[in-house]
């Protein structure tokens, strides 16, 4: 069985080339709710995630709220023109749902939300913040903000979780998955003695998670808890959970949530070039973070590719760091052969300067 599912896992690893996923978002905190694993679990199931337009997305917030944070709710007291008093709920402070969306390509990706825009192109990663009007260079995999990628949608388990756990074939019902049908495989490993271990529930005929549960060893207490509900077969001929839902807990008790619901989405068809091309306008600032030294400044003109602009910094720094500072192997290996040169000269005369009468 083991083999089996190390074949399934490879093909889905290797099946995607390219991705444009446009989903909803949410996140949010827990803190006068008392919500254990099991609770949180059922208090999803009476929730109807998919939902597509604005007005759902609106009514999906306020049943989160009501459910798990309803100190965000405020009642507050109307007068009428009869001059009867009434109470009306109106939201303070409401989660709200974002649009987003997630291109990828080969190793290019773009993940556009209301706030920032992530784009990912070679060795860059570029930040753009339209509220800011400016746009910030990293080294890729330097960029200390977080964005949902691929591996967030589709987690597929690696074969590396067979080197130590016990696979049991169970029933979905024994594992409080109230989304699932048919039977299970349950893989139990430990991948941190000193800290985690886990658990994870795969469908029998996909392979694929439907649950992940991440243990404390000493207290056996929930640490993190993933769901992965829905599946739909999207264009492109690929298996993905629409809904996607990671929850923290500490002391068994249920404190952060982060969710999203895909919208609509399509694999493997091909993408423009220009899908992952950043634009800039006249006058955004630009911050040069590649390098332990930051530098700033501001577009006099519209930018048409963002990404090219910081390599060309990049290329023209070098240049001038190479120049100040003498250090190019060209020049560095002509200065070597000129001393050789002077060095055998001055052997060569002090020869000849001997040898004459």
């Given at each position: ?92 402070s409401p989660l709200s749902p974002q649009r987003r969306k997630l291109l990828l390509q080969g190793r290019e990706r773009r ?184 530098h700033s400044g501001v577009w006099p003109q519209a930018v048409a590719d963002v990404a090219a602009f910081f390599r060309n ?45």
């Open positions: 069985m083991q083999s089996a599912l190390t074949a399934q896992w490879a093909g889905y690893q290797s099946e995607i080339v390219s991705a444009e996923i446009e989903y909803t978002s949410l996140h949010f905190q827990i803190k006068s709710q008392i919500f254990t694993p099991e609770q949180f679990q059922a208090a999803l199931a009476k929730i109807d995630f998919l939902r597509t337009d604005d007005a759902d997305r609106a009514l999906l917030a306020r049943q989160l709220m009501q459910t798990f944070c309803p100190e965000r709710l405020e009642a507050k007291e109307s007068v009428s023109s009869e001059g009867v008093k009434s109470q009306a709920v109106a939201a303070t993940c556009t939300t209301p706030q920032m825009e992530h784009v990912l192109t070679e060795d860059l990663h570029l930040l753009a913040a339209p509220s800011n009007s400016d746009v910030k260079a990293f080294r890729r995999g330097n960029c200390p903000y977080w964005f949902e990628g691929l591996e967030w949608f589709r987690t597929v388990p690696h074969e590396v979780l067979f080197k130590s756990c016990q696979l049991n074939r169970v029933a979905a019902t024994q594992a409080a998955l109230p989304h699932s049908s048919g039977d299970l495989w349950r893989l139990d490993y430990v991948e941190k003695p000193e800290t985690h271990g886990s658990r994870v529930f795969l469908d029998v005929g996909d392979g694929l998670p439907r649950r992940w549960e991440l243990v404390s060893p000493q207290s056996g207490n929930m640490v993190r808890l993933e769901l992965y509900h829905d599946y739909v077969t999207f264009p492109g001929n690929v298996l993905c959970p629409t809904v996607r839902v990671e929850a923290d807990f500490k002391q068994n008790k249920a404190t952060s949530v982060q969710l999203t619901v895909i919208e609509q989405a399509k694999f493997n068809q091909p993408l423009s070039a220009d899908a992952f091309r950043l634009t800039a306008a006249k006058g955004w600032g630009w911050f040069d973070w590649q390098e332990p030294d930051h910094r990049t290329r023209s720094v070098a240049l001038t760091q190479e120049a100040s500072t003498g250090s190019s192997p060209v020049r560095s290996w002509r200065s070597l052969l000129l001393l050789l040169n002077g060095g055998v000269l001055v052997v060569v005369g002090i020869v000849l300067w001997r040898r004459s009468p």
